[in-house]
């Protein structure tokens, strides 16, 4: 059994590294540390791997932007963190108008993701696939602006996303999954005590 289990490791490494620094990701996520960039990034190169080999080409494509993201959030983060008086960028809400707009922009790109999959690729689940990522695409670019809602969406991926992985077998990204799921929880609870603390520090 423990070699059956060292050969299945070892089979199934990437992934393994892959699931571990995304756990790692969500976490300095919900702490807003700086170091959830690079680790996303080291994740993002791991899955491109893992996804390739499983047939799923959007989430493949996905982790690119999730790499490109990452360098932006990284920026990002730390030009907020040096502006004087604003020693980082804060949680902020998500302003009705700008729903409007990501809403538009969130059908455009399903759209294109499903009519290239159904059309140019072998993938056998083009729905799942496309919607997961055009959710993932909105989200991480919420996260890297720290609209809070970027958990309420992510809560969403990582159901869809954990029963899409359970059909393709790749368990330990649904073990990761199942994580992100309970930690995307975690996130918007801890990113709104931080909202309302500053909301009350306006205040006073």
């Known amino acids: 059994m ?49 996804f390739y080999k499983s047939a799923i080409y959007a989430a493949m494509s996905l982790q690119v932007y999730y790499v490109i993201m990452g ?25 009705k108008r700008l729903w409007i707009n990501v809403g538009i922009f969130t059908v455009l790109i399903f759209s294109a993701i499903i009519f290239i999959l159904s059309n140019y690729s072998d993938s056998d689940v083009p729905v799942m696939d496309s919607l997961t990522t055009t959710l993932s695409i909105v989200a991480t670019w919420m996260l890297a602006k720290k609209y809070i ?21 790749l368990w330990p990204t649904v073990v990761l999954f199942v ?16 909202l309302i603390r500053k909301s009350f520090e306006k205040l006073s």
Do not use: C, H
Request: hydrophobic share 50%; net charge neutral.
């Open 2 to 50: 423990i070699q059956s289990l060292t050969e299945w490791i070892v089979g199934n490494k990437t992934e393994l590294l892959g699931a571990i620094l995304g756990i790692f990701y969500v976490f300095f996520s919900i702490r807003q540390n700086i170091l959830t960039w690079p680790t996303g990034i080291l994740t993002s190169l791991f899955y491109i791997v893992v």
């Open 71 to 95: 360098i932006y959030g990284w920026f990002y983060w730390i030009k907020g963190k040096n502006t004087g008086d604003n020693p980082k960028v804060p949680v902020q809400n998500i302003e």
């Open 179 to 194: 994580v992100y799921t309970v930690m995307a929880f975690a996130g918007y609870f801890e990113w709104k005590k931080d």
């Open 149 to 169: 809602e970027n958990w309420i969406i992510w809560i969403l991926v990582d159901l869809m996303s954990g029963s899409l992985y359970f059909y393709k077998n």
